[in-house]
Antibody
Framework: EVELVESGGGLVQPGGSLRLSCGAT????????MAWVRQAPGKGLEWVAN????????NYVDSVKGRFTISRDNAKNLLLLQMNSLRVEDTAVYYC?????????????WGQGTLVTVSS | DFQMTQSPSSLFASVGDTVTITCRAS??????LNWYQQKPGTAPKLLIF???TLQRGVPSRFSGSGFGALFTLTISTLQPEDFATYYC?????????FGQGTKVQIK
């Protein structure tokens, strides 16, 4: 069974930085687009960023462009999200998700999520 | 930006009912429309992709239809485990967007 495990969340002050990691097991990680999706407390889902299999193509939602960087290490089966200049409105559970090969940009497996709280 | 609007935002239903949720896109997304189920405290689960294709393991009481800018998710013979929040999501553009969610609650 595919497994995605996020880590790295926590409490950070506005303007601070945090790096999220997602470890992937039980599937060929390097063959899949991967994504981050977030959910603010009590709110809906928001796609944040995705990255191509080889890391050579990346996309971001406008609200994080220039502040967040998605990357991956295929040798270690790791998906990363570097978050800089964090804002209160970035507070959310961040999910790592695998994109389906049947329909790109649909998400067929998700991690359990890691909570990021931006507050002074 | 592609906006996705679901209706209703919430509904009350009983076990055995048939429930229909609507999702409207601000522009055509062809058939690139997916549905997810989320229960409290857990990650979303993909139910249907490309408008009407059931994800492996999803019960056949779930069905999807539509094209362009109007889509529906139908749950036939509602079961106790179906009470959850449902989200539509367009995968037509390079920056996917979700609907705001529809909460299905027990009457």
């Amino acid at each position: 069974e595919v497994e995605l495990v996020e880590s790295g969340g926590g409490l950070v002050q506005p303007g601070g930085s945090l790096r999220l990691s997602c470890g992937a097991t039980r599937f060929m990680f390097s063959n899949y687009w991967m994504a981050w999706v977030r959910q603010a407390p009590g709110k809906g889902l928001e796609w944040v960023a995705n990255i191509k299999e080889d890391g050579n193509e990346k996309n971001y939602v406008d609200s994080v462009k220039g502040r967040f960087t998605i990357s991956r290490d295929n040798a270690k089966n790791l998906l990363l999200l570097q978050m800089n200049s964090l804002r209160v409105e970035d507070t959310a559970v961040y999910y790592c998700a695998r994109e389906s090969r049947s329909q790109l940009r649909s998400f067929d497996h998700w991690g359990q999520g890691t909570l990021v709280t931006v507050s002074s | 930006d592609f906006q996705m609007t679901q209706s209703p935002s919430s509904l009350f239903a009983s076990v055995g009912d048939t429930v229909t949720i609507t999702c409207r896109a601000s522009q055509s997304v062809s058939t690139s429309l997916n549905w997810y189920q989320q229960k409290p405290g857990t990650a979303p689960k993909l139910l249907i992709f490309t408008t009407s294709t059931l994800q492996r393991g999803v019960p056949s009481r779930f069905s999807g239809s539509g094209f362009g800018a109007l889509f529906t998710l139908t749950i036939s013979t509602l079961q106790p485990e179906d009470f959850a929040t449902y989200y539509c999501q367009q995968s037509y553009t390079a920056t996917p967007t979700f609907g705001q969610g529809t909460k299905v609650q027990i009457k």
